[in-house]
């Protein structure tokens, strides 16, 4: 029986360039599914949930901001979003929104490929990562992160996190105390390719932080150190 193929939604608006991008996302073995608004993109992902989507932020009926919004209320599904060039608040606005990774146009077909392979690569990470094999666990403060099940619980409550944000954390909490840089953490959550990405980095911690601390303006656990990178705290001194 032959594997089965890797699933990605394509969906933008530009039929010249939807064509274009299925073209060559079909001869690298992908299955393509496409759908020229929000509305068809939004249909599609509730009928066949694909393993990646590219997210046109510019379409017409629904757009990709709304599209990427409600697909996070129901699915994790690595989103890559597609915008503008110079409309950093696009892809800014896309991440916090919980897009995984963004595409500027024009693109090459050989920087799209890349970033397909990246993301892919990132939602499929093993379950047993460097550092995780001899624990299983780990308390800092209220949080308990669970190595096995890849869950992060606060209190009594399981946190809904995406994979590149339990990446950052647990990666984090392997390093308990110690100052992680910027580099550092994109290399080992998004890979080498994304040094001197720190917009993206930036805005995945500030989501992070939404969800762990009790006043994000005045955070506890992930802690600024300005210039050089972050660390994680634990608010009563004490973790296990």
């Known amino acids: 029986m032959p594997a ?27 299955e393509v599914l496409t759908a020229s608004d929000g509305e068809q993109a939004l249909a599609i992902v509730e009928k066949q949930l694909p393993d990646l989507i590219l ?78 094999a001899t624990r299983m666990q780990a308390s800092i403060g209220e949080l308990t992160i669970d190595y096995s099940q890849h869950l992060i619980i606060k209190g009594t409550k399981e946190l809904s996190l995406t994979p590149i944000e339990y990446r950052l954390l647990a990666y984090m909490a392997q390093n308990m105390g110690h100052i992680v840089t910027h580099d550092q953490l994109l290399e080992h959550v998004w890979g080498s390719e994304y040094i001197g990405e720190s917009h993206m980095l930036q805005v995945n911690i500030n989501r992070l932080r939404r969800k762990l601390e009790p006043d994000p303006s005045h955070p506890r656990y992930l802690l600024t150190k300005v210039g050089i990178g972050y660390l994680l705290a634990s608010p009563s001194g004490a973790t296990s």
């Not at 360039?17 to 073209?23: D, I």
């Not at 995984?100 to 379950?127: C, G, H, M």
């Open 55 to 132: 997210l046109d932020v510019m379409m017409p009926r629904v757009d990709g901001f709304t599209v990427c919004k409600h697909i996070r209320e129901f699915s994790m599904v690595p989103i890559i979003i597609i915008t503008a060039r110079g409309q950093d608040r696009d892809k800014v606005k896309g991440l916090d929104l919980g897009a995984d990774d963004y595409l500027t146009k024009p693109f090459s077909i050989e920087e799209l490929l890349a970033r397909v392979r990246a993301v892919l690569r990132r939602s499929r990470f093993s379950a047993s990562e460097p550092g995780q």
């Open 4 to 30: 089965k193929k890797t699933v990605i939604l394509t969906a933008d608006d530009d039929s010249q360039l939807l064509r274009l991008v299925s073209r060559n996302l079909e001869l690298e073995d992908y």
